[in-house]
């Protein structure tokens, strides 16, 4: 079922996010994540693009697996800076014929060495005005709470989000984040800026402070001060005490004020999706 068409239905999704196993030792992980967590009957589930496209025949494999295999309503992430409009014909052919209804349009990461004045997708905006010629999609956009790493401010970086918007982008889901105030920022941008589709708020709790870490320098978000404190130093068990609770209140005051959806980044690892789950009662 089309994203867009349960956004208009339902007043709050819950999603999760997986991404595909490199190694086959590691794909029972993500089998024993996803029959543990469907059972929370998600609105629908995505599957990551790795960098440049590296892992696309999985993402494939793995969207097409989740729709036929567990019943589950599923999302292809899609990224467009290494692909060429016949690579991404072929995507779309075969998306078309497994019946899967939504995309989650994004620019990638460009590779080193790679010159973007040779590619014929530079920008995410392009990849969906490409996929609306393609199939009656439901797209979907990222935002970035923070800004995106390469804006140079949050007006910029707003305006590029519009972009993705007016090429026909239905709704955004949010880079991670962990303070709430950026995200009700974010939110009072996008009036500001007349954008008025949904927003899912992207989680992640903080489960180890030093993994947490590398992923908020890549994507330039913040850990605040007093969750960094109180995780430092901390066993295994504390910090992910500690995350899931943060995690918790997080999720509660974003409910309280009405957010659209949570989006879970689960890493495919289902106990502190679960465990966040159970506590607000979804």
């Not at 890493?267 to 607000?280: G, P, R, S």
Request: contains cysteine.
């Amino acid at each position: 079922m089309k994203i867009s068409e349960i956004l208009k239905e339902k007043s709050r999704t819950i999603s999760f996010e997986f991404f595909p196993p490199k190694k086959i030792e590691n794909e029972q992980t993500l089998f024993n994540t996803i029959e543990i967590l469907k059972d929370y009957k998600p609105d629908f589930v995505s599957i990551t693009y790795g960098a440049g496209g590296s892992t696309k025949d999985k993402t494939l494999e793995w969207t097409l697996k989740l729709k036929n295999e567990y019943s589950l309503n599923p999302m292809m992430h899609l990224t467009c800076v290494t692909s060429t409009k016949s690579s991404i014909d072929g995507i779309v052919d075969a998306l078309l014929k497994g019946n899967i209804d939504n995309i989650l349009a994004l620019r990638g990461d460009l590779p080193q060495g790679v010159k973007d004045n040779k590619m014929e997708f530079k920008y995410a905006y392009q990849l969906v005005e490409y996929l609306k010629t393609k199939g009656k999609f439901s797209i979907g956009v990222a935002g970035y709470p923070e800004g995106h790493p390469e804006s140079k401010t949050l007006e910029e970086d707003i305006e590029h989000l519009k972009m993705k918007i007016d090429a026909g982008g239905q709704f955004i889901i949010t880079q991670l984040f962990f303070d709430n105030a950026h995200f009700f920022s974010f939110l009072d941008r996008l009036e500001k800026h007349k954008i008025d589709a949904p927003v899912l708020a992207g989680i992640m709790p903080v489960l180890n402070i030093s993994q947490m870490q590398r992923f908020v320098d890549m994507c330039q978000a913040s850990i605040p001060k007093k969750l960094s404190e109180n995780l430092s130093g901390k066993s295994k068990e504390d910090m992910y005490k500690i995350g899931v609770e943060y995690a918790i209140t997080q999720c509660e005051e974003l409910i309280e004020n009405g957010v659209k959806g949570l989006h879970f980044y689960t890493l495919n690892k289902y106990n502190a999706t679960k465990d966040i789950l159970e506590a607000l009662s979804l």
